[in-house]
């Protein structure tokens, strides 16, 4: 399950790139529009991030084609994760 602390570092990114969670929205889903893919790579990709996999592996294992989405933003989001759950090197 994927903490509070995580849930909001990754509120905080998304909506520095402008994106808001819309009322009733589930998380998931949220993320998934904040990044441009579907929301079963979303939930993957945060929970294999929760689980300390670094960005690619990740990415590789929500299947996620990383040349698709901003790299830049899928290795903030592991930093803060990361940062957040006090794992470094991420």
Same mark, same amino acid.
């Given at each position: 399950?994927?903490?509070?602390?995580?849930?909001? #570092?990754? @509120?905080? +990114? +998304?909506?520095? @790139?402008?994106?808001?969670?819309?009322?009733?929205?589930?998380?998931?889903?949220?993320?998934?529009?904040?990044?441009?893919?579907?929301?079963? @790579?979303?939930?993957?990709?945060?929970?294999?991030?929760?689980? #300390?996999? $670094?960005? $690619?592996?990740?990415?590789?294992?929500?299947?996620? $084609?990383?040349?698709?989405?901003?790299?830049?933003? +899928?290795?903030?989001?592991?930093?803060?994760?990361?940062?957040? +759950?006090?794992?470094?090197?991420?």
């Amino acid at each position: 399950m994927i903490s509070a602390e995580v849930i909001k #570092g990754v @509120q905080e +990114l +998304l909506e520095d @790139q402008g994106v808001t969670q819309n009322t009733g929205e589930r998380f998931g889903d949220y993320v998934a529009r904040g990044l441009g893919i579907t929301g079963a @790579q979303a939930e993957a990709l945060l929970s294999a991030l929760h689980d #300390g996999a $670094d960005v $690619d592996a990740a990415a590789r294992t929500a299947g996620i $084609d990383t040349s698709a989405v901003n790299h830049d933003l +899928l290795t903030r989001f592991a930093r803060a994760i990361g940062s957040t +759950l006090g794992r470094a090197g991420l």
